[in-house]
């Protein structure tokens, strides 16, 4: 009753509540009257560096997106208007070859580092090595199409890009050489991991000391123990409103260390202005009886997943992985993780908010275009004509609550339907090193995966594909092992398809999604949404940025 409550109540104050009103939209305006103050901040914790080539979470995001700058960036809006590139330390989107091989960008004069030294195009060049020399997690997933990268791969100590990134001072332009069109490849140099820093900056992770960057605030403390502050950034001018806005606040001040309970309680007595921690599920009806105005729902393009292994007895039967994906409760999943209005079933890998999503879903009692309740007789029946009752799996979790209870509603779900299933908890440090090695012979686990940027290749790409089959290694990110020549055929097609006409490349895209659900390497479960609770004193518009679940922090304002 409560979670009903909730989206009925916050859904009725998004309109009228912390969104700019319709009669005071000039930005100019906003700024002369809401300038000044500190914005109060909660966290459990960073996760370690705040290098920003090197730091790979949400929440590390979110202060980067205020301190720094890339080429090109996601444009700061609310839905599917964040998903927009833009150009930001570049003047305009890059000049494109007609093979699709070269991209030439035009970098803006005048921006400089918040000591002063204007960017330079020998600062570009030099921060795209600096990923390969810090070993970026995403430098060799993203980023070895640049021409020589491969070489940076394989010493990255030395890393050169001469040939691949070509710069021109005189001109003020950076030209990238690519191996092949890459359809993608604006969203890769929009990505956090790319962002520009100067080009003395030491090729080695920095851990608590941030590189010098570029945003309307830069970080003067930083101690992952206990909290991070940021202050204006003296050379910060605005050179794009909708690539780097400048910030309202003069202070942004993170403290770490509270459980979520606490981080609440401070929120709704004003002694904090936003916590970054999910709302306990205890407390949602607290929020929407007497909280609901200042409380705020973003979509997350992000989804949950239970990957099957498919190279290992049972799923290596493709019958078997469609029998788990036609018996999934998904209902009890979503009210589990904190009722309809927090999550929403899924039954395909391209979330909402993706180019190349349409609705669909044919694991379902009634198949259609949404999710209706679990098939348990089909299910059944595809377990038995590929006889497998009775066999062993093991299906892993970690110790967070919503992880460890999909986990163990999985093992009860294998159990009803004849298999000896049992469920291993790790702890949350260990898990995704775990889980994603393949010499651990994972059968089956709960995933969660977010975006880096707001591609269907970043989805179905980074998850299905046999480039991302890395043998005995943490670093595997295809966890269920599926690696099918049809499907490897279609994405070649579909991102040539992409480079002529983005709509083209949607739709297939879309006939991709369908069938890498038909053949099931792992079962979706639900996509998520965050709700965000503020103190009474923050205003402006709370919206996300690039679909992730973090507010930007140069929208809000404090009283």
């Not at 379902?364 to 066999?391: C, F, H, K, Y």
């Not at 989805?459 to 690696?483: Q, Y």
């Not at 083209?504 to 965000?532: F, H, M, S």
């Amino acid at each position: 009753m409560q979670r009903m409550l909730l989206g009925a109540m916050i859904g009725a104050t998004l309109v009228a509540g912390m969104p700019v009103s319709a009669q005071d939209t000039d930005r100019s305006a906003l700024m002369t009257a809401h300038r000044g103050g500190k914005l109060t901040l909660l966290a459990p914790g960073f996760d370690g560096s705040i290098d920003p080539q090197i730091a790979y979470d949400e929440l590390t995001w979110q202060i980067h997106a205020v301190v720094y700058d890339q080429l090109l960036t996601f444009q700061k809006a609310d839905g599917d208007a964040s998903n927009v590139v833009v150009p930001d330390l570049a003047e305009a989107l890059p000049e494109v070859s007609d093979d699709g091989r070269t991209l030439t960008f035009k970098l803006r004069r005048g921006i400089r580092f918040s000591n002063g030294a204007e960017v330079t195009t020998a600062d570009v060049r030099a921060s795209f090595e600096r990923m390969f020399k810090v070993a970026s997690p995403t430098s060799d997933k993203f980023y070895t199409g640049i021409v020589g990268a491969d070489a940076c791969v394989a010493e990255r100590a030395s890393c050169s890009l001469e040939k691949g990134i070509e710069i021109d001072p005189a001109s003020n332009t950076v030209t990238f050489h690519l191996v092949a069109p890459d359809a993608e490849f604006l969203s890769k140099v929009a990505m956090f991991h790319a962002s520009i820093v100067p080009a003395d900056t030491p090729p080695t992770d920095q851990g608590v000391v941030p590189p010098l960057g570029t945003g309307p605030y830069m970080i003067t403390q930083y101690d992952p123990a206990t909290g991070l502050t940021a202050v204006r950034n003296p050379e910060f001018k605005e050179w794009s409103a909708e690539a780097q806005p400048d910030g309202y606040v003069d202070e942004i001040q993170y403290t770490f260390g509270l459980d979520s309970n606490s981080a609440l309680n401070a929120v709704l007595n004003d002694q904090a202005d936003w916590m970054f921690h999910r709302v306990p599920t205890e407390r949602l009806g607290e929020i929407s009886a007497s909280y609901s105005d200042r409380a705020h729902i973003h979509n997350e393009v992000s989804y949950w997943l239970a990957p099957m292994n498919t190279t290992i007895p049972p799923f290596n039967d493709v019958r078997v992985r469609q029998a788990l994906a036609y018996a999934v409760d998904r209902a009890a999943l979503v009210n589990q993780y904190g009722g309809p209005n927090l999550a929403t079933p899924i039954c395909q890998h391209l979330p909402v908010g993706i180019p190349g999503h349409v609705d669909f879903c044919d694991y379902t009692v009634n198949p259609g275009t949404s999710w209706s309740g679990p098939d348990m007789d089909r299910a059944r029946a595809l377990i038995a004509e590929a006889g497998v009752a009775g066999q062993k799996v093991t299906v892993f979790g970690d110790d967070r609550h919503n992880v460890r209870e999909n986990a163990l509603y999985l093992q009860s779900l294998l159990t009803e339907l004849g298999f000896d299933a049992e469920v291993k908890i790790l702890s949350d440090s260990l898990y995704w090193n775990y889980i994603n090695n393949t010499e651990n012979k994972v059968q089956m686990s709960v995933h969660r995966w977010m975006l880096d940027y707001p591609e269907p290749g970043n989805f179905i790409g980074a998850l299905f594909t046999c480039a991302n089959i890395r043998e005995a290694s943490s670093s595997n990110v295809n966890i269920s092992g599926f690696c099918d020549p049809t499907l490897e055929q279609m994405i070649a097609d579909a991102n040539t398809e992409t480079l002529k006409d983005r709509a083209a490349g949607a739709a297939a895209w879309a006939k991709i999604d369908r069938y890498v659900t038909e053949n099931a390497p792992a079962v979706p479960l639900y996509q998520p949404k965050i709700l965000d609770v503020f103190s009474s004193r923050v205003g402006g518009a709370p919206i996300a940025f690039s679909g992730l679940a973090s507010v930007t922090l140069s929208s809000l304002w404090v009283q």
